[in-house]
């Protein structure tokens, strides 16, 4: 097995790169009102973190770029900051090819301006369908080119343009739903750019809410800036970008708030001002971290805590549409609580291990813990989180190390939703403090360092944690999570493993590490000594969950066809659909028609006509082209087909109904309805008077049938009562996304007595999906309320009828997964 040690070595030894930077995303639509003070100050801040550069972030068209640029290029050639464009082709569309190369001409020799072996450093953000362009413009500029064409993936983009690409930028910097951040993206770069450069993506946070630009979601924040870096340093990259300095409608910003650079919460429409939060904590750590990935070595002068987190519980107040992750991206869309963990994080630059971590929140004090530090304890960088506990008031995070304490105070956490026009704020609240102690403390070289801790995705989370810990941990089916010296291997058993059959060749190497230096029984769900045929599967193994089928939510009918197809096909909008989930394969169908096809007006379908028409299917009593639906509306202008309703929006001094015209019966009502003959601003209220007459009358038919009431309503009672049951199993039914009081639970599924993951929306578990039978899931009631409520109204069934307990289903066989 001597073959094996060295692949060991070879594959988790730390790379040594030379000339390695680090960039920040900077967005010069932002800058409109900036005074040269800005300016400089943007500059200095970047400096002192030891950001190398600012990647101008620039929309075609932009009326503020030519006064922007001139004033941007004067501040940083002053401070000796660095710069370099890139070219935005989403926010305006594309950029005209010769204006490109004047900006270029202009700029690039400026000694402001960043260059790379020689050659001005160009990216841009999207515009793979302008890629031959770039054939020119590094033809007349000599540019180096390093788009961001994340759109494609890195195979297709690697290939755009005949390849003219000389290196390759990943706009993928934030986590899939409750997963942590995964480098298996920045993997897939690796694997198609043949040693071409590669700039990772690192970012401290992502929300948005800018309905002007249809954007309105979230993406997990909680560990990743701490454990982003940490990737960085494992995978040594040629570059880095962080996303972002200024980009305040994303809310991951770093740099200073500057209230005069908010233009973008005008023109996206925002429906409250989300980042007046200060960001400039996660600053304090960047001249550690961009020095170990520069150096593989960093000292600290003063120790350092900071902290991060949310100031109102996410189920607290008004999401106002919010989602995490987003269908517009073909990803599958969960609740925002489902996804953060709504705790307050914190990340402390130390001499060595820390003794103890306090949280307190408005009195009420928890333990932290760290999750995260430096291999043996040692100087450096230290990752950790406390529970909130429900608690509100004022935050304090002590950490101790010795006689070293350092206390970092952080604005209230509240349950008042006023702040912010009663919304739920997901951005983060960052602090920051430390201690004015001189240390002056090196933390150890990781130039010869490998990986000594690690994990990944469900698939191989527990045979990645094994090898990694013993120094194996490639980066095409492992993340690292800490580096250190290379442990001491087991005698090897020579004993060869092999991926079971529903993996494939990406697990080979984990299952022959772990079958000699491990026992291979301890990993049958992953490996075996039999050699078995592989799926050859069309997309990575570690792809995220996808949507491939789905159906409309109860209330939402009127797009049942529509979230059946769109579904299918990886869009799945929350608010209309739900999803059912497949493992890993993306049934992705490219748009193939023009279309600008839109539900009626005040209808809200989150794209699913758009998304449907431009694929072939666009059904047309729901999704009408230009607006144009007289021809097909049969029911009136003012129809409102979701609710059912009519939604009259007549001058109100054309509202008057005539009594003299007033129907008697429903029956009459509907006939004057097709006719006309009854104005229809008219309709509700005359309907609203029929139905109180009818229920007067039925008021006393009722009180005249209690007349002679006999004893048998017991045996009525009993009748009713054993009818409960069946109701409630319909009403509930496990595994059935059209049971509607799947809703008020949340779900943690065990797969061979495992937990498959924390906790997820009931009603997205498909039983039939289950990969084994060996199955059992927990129900918890998380919203008691909101059922017991809603099994009343429908079901007429009292609280104090309902139990809960145990439920065993029948044992069904669908050999069907297994192929």
């Given at each position: 097995m001597r073959w094996l040690t060295l692949a060991v070595a070879v594959a988790a030894t730390v790379t040594q790169v030379t000339a390695k930077a680090v960039f920040a995303h900077f967005m010069i639509g932002n800058t409109e009102n900036y005074t040269t003070s800005d300016w400089l100050d943007d500059m200095r801040q970047a400096k002192k973190a030891h950001i190398d550069a600012f990647a101008l972030n620039m929309a075609h068209g932009e009326e503020t770029n030519e006064k922007s640029l001139a004033a941007a290029f004067s501040a940083a050639a002053s401070e000796g900051m660095q710069l370099f464009f890139s070219f935005d082709y989403a926010g305006n569309g594309p950029w005209p090819k010769q204006t490109v190369i004047e900006y270029i001409a202009k700029y690039g020799s400026s000694s402001a301006y960043f260059h790379h072996n020689g050659r001005p450093f160009v990216s841009t953000f999207e515009g793979p369908d302008q890629a031959d362009d770039w054939i020119d413009i590094k033809s007349q500029t000599s540019c180096f080119f390093m788009p961001d064409w994340s759109s494609l993936g890195a195979k297709k983009a690697m290939a755009a343009g005949g390849g003219v690409a000389d290196g390759l930028f990943s706009w993928a910097a934030w986590a899939w739903g409750d997963w942590d951040m995964y480098t298996y993206t920045d993997a897939s770069y690796a694997q198609y750019m043949n040693g071409k450069p590669y700039m990772m993506p690192v970012s401290p946070w992502f929300y948005t809410n800018l309905p002007g630009y249809n954007k309105n979601w979230l993406w997990r924040g909680d560990r990743a800036w701490g454990d982003r870096w940490i990737q960085a340093q494992w995978w040594q990259p040629e570059f880095i970008q962080i996303i972002s300095w200024n980009d305040y409608g994303e809310s991951h910003y770093i740099g200073p708030v500057r209230k005069h650079a908010m233009g973008a919460f005008d023109i996206g429409r925002a429906p409250y001002n989300y980042a007046t939060l200060p960001h400039d904590g996660w600053r304090d750590i960047l001249p550690f971290v961009i020095d170990m990935y520069k150096n593989n070595v960093a000292t600290i002068d003063h120790e350092r805590l900071v902290t991060w987190y949310t100031l109102v519980d996410p189920t607290r107040c008004n999401h106002n549409g919010t989602v995490a992750n987003t269908a517009s991206q073909l990803q599958q869309e969960f609740e925002p609580e489902e996804v953060m963990d709504n705790k307050i994080h914190f990340a402390a630059l130390l001499k060595g291990k820390p003794d103890k971590v306090l949280c307190d929140v408005g009195g009420s004090i928890t333990t932290g813990k760290f999750y995260q530090g430096p291999d043996n304890d040692g100087t450096g960088m230290y990752l950790g989180e406390c529970d909130k506990e429900g608690g509100t008031?004022?935050?304090?995070?002590?950490?101790?190390?010795?006689?070293?304490?350092?206390?970092?105070?952080?604005?209230?956490?509240?349950?008042?939703?006023?702040?912010?026009?009663?919304?739920?704020?997901?951005?983060?609240?960052?602090?920051?403090?430390?201690?004015?102690?001189?240390?002056?403390?090196?933390?150890?070289?990781?130039?010869?360092?490998?990986?000594?801790?690690?994990?990944?995705?469900?698939?191989?989370?527990?045979?990645?944690?094994f090898t990694c810990s013993l120094g194996y941990c490639p980066q095409t089916a492992c993340v690292c999570t800490r580096l250190g010296k290379q442990p001491t291997l087991p005698k090897a058993s020579g004993v060869q493993g092999h991926p079971i059959g529903n993996l494939d060749a990406s697990v080979s190497g984990l299952c022959s590490f772990a079958c000699s230096y491990g026992?291979?029984?301890?990993?049958?769900?992953?490996?075996?000594?039999?050699?078995?045929?592989?799926?050859?599967?069309?997309?990575?193994?570690?792809?995220?969950l996808y949507c491939d089928a789905g159906l409309a939510r109860d209330g939402q009918e009127y797009f049942n066809e529509l979230c059946g197809f769109t579904c299918k096909h990886g869009y799945c909008p929350i608010r209309r659909c739900i999803c059912s989930v497949g493992w890993g394969f993306a049934n992705i169908l490219d748009p193939f028609e023009t279309s600008t096809a839109k539900p009626l007006s005040g209808v809200e379908d989150y794209g699913?006509?758009?998304?449907?028409?431009?694929?072939?299917?666009c059904p047309n009593d729901v999704c009408f082209e230009n607006g144009e639906f007289d021809d097909w509306w049969l029911w009136g202008e003012h129809y409102n087909p979701i609710e059912d309703i009519y939604i009259d929006d007549e001058d109100i001094d054309r509202l008057d109904c005539d009594p003299a015209q007033a129907p008697r019966t429903l029956d009459d009502l509907a006939k004057s309805a097709e006719t006309l003959s009854t104005p229809s601003q008219c309709w509700d209220r005359w309907a609203m008077e029929i139905l109180i007459k009818t229920l007067l009358g039925i008021g006393s038919e009722y009180q005249e049938s209690l007349k002679g009431y006999d004893k048998l309503f017991s045996t009525y009672e009993k009748y009713i009562r054993e009818s409960v049951g069946p109701q409630l199993e319909h009403f509930a039914h496990p595994g059935n996304m059209k049971s509607p009081g799947l809703k008020y639970f949340d779900c943690v599924v065990s797969i061979n007595g495992k937990k498959y993951r924390d906790k997820q929306d009931c009603q997205y578990i498909v039983l039939e999906r289950l990969p084994v039978d060996n199955w059992h899931i927990d129900y918890t009631l998380r919203d008691a309320e909101g059922f017991f409520a809603e099994v009343d109204e429908k079901l007429g069934i009292a609280k104090e009828w309902i139990t809960f307990g145990e439920w065993a289903l029948e044992k069904q066989c669908d050999d069907s997964m297994y192929g």
């Open positions: 008031g004022i935050v304090r995070v002590i950490v101790t190390r010795g006689q070293t304490t350092i206390t970092v105070f952080g604005d209230a956490i509240s349950s008042d939703c006023s702040r912010w026009n009663g919304f739920t704020n997901y951005n983060a609240h960052v602090a920051s403090g430390f201690s004015t102690a001189v240390v002056n403390a090196q933390a150890a070289d990781i130039s010869q360092a490998v990986c000594v801790n690690g994990t990944g995705m469900h698939v191989v989370k527990d045979l990645c944690e026992k291979c029984s301890d990993f049958g769900k992953y490996c075996s000594t039999t050699k078995m045929p592989l799926n050859v599967r069309p997309q990575s193994l570690f792809e995220p699913l006509c758009s998304f449907a028409c431009q694929r072939g299917f």
